[in-house]
């Protein structure tokens, strides 16, 4: 028998920490996430210090980072589910393209992104059916759609791009991709998604149940939480956030391209192991995915601004990705084997 | 209440040719906790399993407060208040003590979105109740930094809080220190005390016998002896059982020669102090 001695008194179970210094110790990742970004920037400000102290050049960088934040939300839900998306560059392009042949033959523009997004959730429910009730492995039939995606895009386009300047400063382009004193529309909607994604992920069933099937699919399924219909949900997430995404880009470029998307693919994978998420199923951080999307979003403008021509891009990502991934496991629990 | 818990009447399933189990009658109780000894293979886990809904008799019925169930699953189980505690745990590693007590079972509102904070005082209040604290150990705790012990307080916690009728404990002391295996057999206790019965399997005739009240030896798909705790020692319990699998040599060198019902008149002198079946 153990006596009441033993256990601690109430106020010693119920206290919590708070204040940002403990909020930060009790979520390393984002913490290491986070003193990350603020180390790179400190360093490109000392070595551009005109460019960085420069509120434009932040507006230059908030044109496209709500791409790649919108991108990096879901997919750490997938990647924290114990699952992959690589087809979600190519469906950016399925879904720039439905909008473009849509809206080019005179159709609302809203309803072409209601119908572009949906697209984009069909693909990404075929990816979670494929995975979920077919048993098969995500890495491989997720590559596989990507090309599958990007293939029926050349056939449909032959290759060719079609220009969508006649949108621009109609009320549509101005909600999505306009300017609010300076900072471009497109980064308020990528903060309103970010918040859903962060809130979905942390007081939602939803969130944890992706964590649960992560961690341990046998134990969720014995607890009775539906595994398949958790892996499914997450891809048509991501499937819906690519097809937001699809839309953007163009509107942002006024033109469609086939290669549309393409450059996204190991950029946002970047952002979510930089951003703390280190892989393993039932670990992982939404905020700090999002810090990571920053992190690899002022990667090249940092670059550049720092006098290096583009060429060094590459190089430096290289070098950030590792030694983020050195940084987490030097002060994250998770990350030690 | 109109009868025990739970009551298996005649129950009889066999894999194949081969009986699991034959002829079974067996009734647990409110608040009791029984042991079930067995040598692998004797029918232990079949018949928990029966009683958890993973299986289904062939023959024979259950009884469940008196009331006789017809299609019987795991699901329903559970709905009438029979949680088990496999040798998995059903543990998630990377969560926290509290999002493992309540995994699939979350406190929400209609739109899904989980009360932490109720469920964090749910949680350490019932952890609290039953003992289950420590300096290093909170219910922000994640469970990979828990010890075997604790992570079976931690699955013993979670079906507690569902207020089971009765917890099915399938092994958990096995690969336990000596003082994790007393951690466990201390929450089997606080099980009671909370107002569960409890099913303990283990191969551990020590731990059986020191948490039970009552004991039910299993020998090749029938109850071969059930016995009060007061009515035996650790140590003639331990001869029993060595007797029992000595009279299984005997059978496998006769075969056919020696019958069931001989094999488990057991050669001893504590015969008189034992209700044999």
Redesign the interface.
């Known amino acids: ?4 001695q ?3 008194p ?1 106020e010693q ?2 206290r ?1 920490p708070r204040g940002v210094v403990s909020f930060l110790a009790q979520h390393r990742e984002l913490a290491s996430a986070l003193a990350f970004f603020v180390l790179m920037m400190l360093v490109f400000t000392i070595a551009s210090p005109s460019v960085w102290l420069n509120s434009l050049s932040y507006t230059a960088v908030f044109v496209s980072l709500p791409i790649y934040i919108i991108l990096v939300v879901p997919l750490v839900f997938v990647v924290v589910a114990g699952e992959i998306d690589l087809s979600f560059a190519s469906v950016v392009g399925v879904a720039a393209l439905v909008f473009s042949e849509l809206v080019l033959v005179g159709w609302n523009p809203y309803l072409c992104l209601v119908l572009a997004i949906l697209a984009g959730g069909v693909a990404g429910l075929i990816n979670g059916i494929l995975v979920a009730y077919f048993g098969l492995s995500a890495l491989i039939v997720t590559l596989g759609m990507n090309f599958f995606w990007r293939g029926f895009i050349q056939i449909i386009t032959n290759g060719t791009g079609a220009p969508l300047a006649f949108l621009e400063n109609t009320s549509f382009h101005n909600v999505f991709v306009g300017q609010v004193g300076i900072i471009p529309v497109q980064m308020l909607w990528a903060a309103g998604f970010a918040i859903l994604g962060i809130v979905l992920f942390t ?4 969130g ?1 149940y992706v ?2 099937v992560g ?2 699919s ?3 399924q ?4 539906n595994v398949r219909l958790v892996k499914v949900v997450s891809f048509v997430y991501v499937g819906l956030a690519s097809g937001l995404v699809g839309v953007l880009a163009i509107l942002i470029n006024n033109n469609f391209y086939p290669t549309v998307g393409d450059g996204y693919l190991l950029t946002v994978l970047a952002a979510i192991f930089v951003g703390g998420t280190p892989g ?1 199923g ?2 992982g951080t939404v905020a700090g995915g999002i810090i990571g999307a920053f992190t690899v979003g002022f990667i090249e403008s940092g670059i550049v601004a720092a006098g290096l021509t583009g060429y060094w891009t590459q190089f430096i990502y290289g070098i950030v990705i590792v030694l983020s991934l050195v940084t987490h496991r030097l002060y994250s ?2 990350h030690k084997t | 209440m109109a009868g025990p818990l739970v009551e298996l009447r005649h129950v009889s399933k066999s894999f194949g040719s081969v009986y699991a189990l034959q002829d079974i009658n067996l009734a647990l109780h409110e608040k009791e906790i029984v042991s079930l000894l067995g040598d692998n293979g004797a029918g232990k886990s079949t018949l928990t399993k029966i009683i958890s809904g993973v299986h289904s008799p062939d023959e024979g019925e259950l009884y469940i407060k008196g009331n006789k169930v017809v299609r019987w699953n795991a699901a329903r189980a559970r709905l009438m208040g029979i949680e088990t505690v496999y040798q998995d745990k059903a543990l998630a590693e990377h969560q926290n003590v509290i999002s493992n007590i309540f995994m699939g079972r979350e406190i929400a509102t209609r739109l899904g979105f989980i009360n932490g904070r109720r469920q964090r005082q749910e949680a350490e209040a019932l952890m609290r109740r039953i003992g289950f604290t420590s300096k290093v150990m909170s219910p922000n705790s994640v469970v990979s930094s828990l010890s075997g012990g604790e992570r079976e307080g931690v699955a013993i916690a979670r079906s507690m809080f569902f207020k089971a009728d009765l917890i099915i404990l399938d092994e958990p002391t096995t690969a336990l220190s000596l003082t994790q295996s007393q951690e466990v057999l201390n929450f089997v206790e606080r099980a009671r005390q909370e107002g569960s019965a409890v099913l303990f399997i283990s191969h551990n005739i020590f731990h059986s016998h020191q948490v039970a009240d009552r004991i039910v030896i299993v020998d090749r798909g029938r109850i071969a002896a059930q016995m009060g705790k007061k009515d035996i020692s650790a140590i003639e319990l331990t001869e029993l059982m060595q007797d029992l699998a000595k009279g299984r040599e005997v059978l496998a060198r006769k075969g056919d020669a020696i019958s069931l019902e001989e094999t488990s008149e057991i050669p001893s002198s504590q015969t008189d102090r034992r209700s044999l079946a």
Do not use: C, V, W
Not at chain 1, 203 to 206: E, L, N, R, S, T
């Open positions: 028998m153990i006596t009441d033993k256990a601690p109430q179970l119920t919590r007081y939602h069933k939803f944890a964590r649960f961690d341990n046998q134990s969720a014995e607890m009775g939480i393993i039932g670990i629990p998770h």
